[in-house]
């Protein structure tokens, strides 16, 4: 029973982490070799140069929507289950 209750509270954070963790370690190469910077009609500003900063924010958003995204999957069903 003890188990059971730790469980409640670990999955959440062990998905969190493993997600985000996965998606940093996956897009991480962006980081070093940068990203090619578009403009609104995808046309390369600045052809043959790639920006790191550029890749560092969208790994980085990325990983944190990543982390977002895991709450609606854990706190919504049993809201839902508790309303039926």
């Known amino acids: 029973a003890k188990a059971k209750q730790l469980m409640k509270w670990v999955a959440f954070p062990s998905a969190v982490v493993a997600s985000s963790l996965n998606c940093y370690i ?7 070799s940068g990203v090619p910077l578009l403009n609104d009609d995808f046309e390369d ?20 929507s990543r982390a977002l995204l895991q709450a609606p999957v854990y706190f919504l069903p049993p809201v839902l289950i508790g309303s039926l």
Do not use: F, L
């Not at 052809?47 to 958003?61: E, K, M, Y």
């Open 45 to 64: 500003v600045a052809p043959g140069q790639t920006s790191q900063v550029a890749a560092r924010n969208g790994v980085n958003s990325t990983t944190a």
């Open 26 to 32: 996956v897009r991480s190469p962006e980081i070093t």
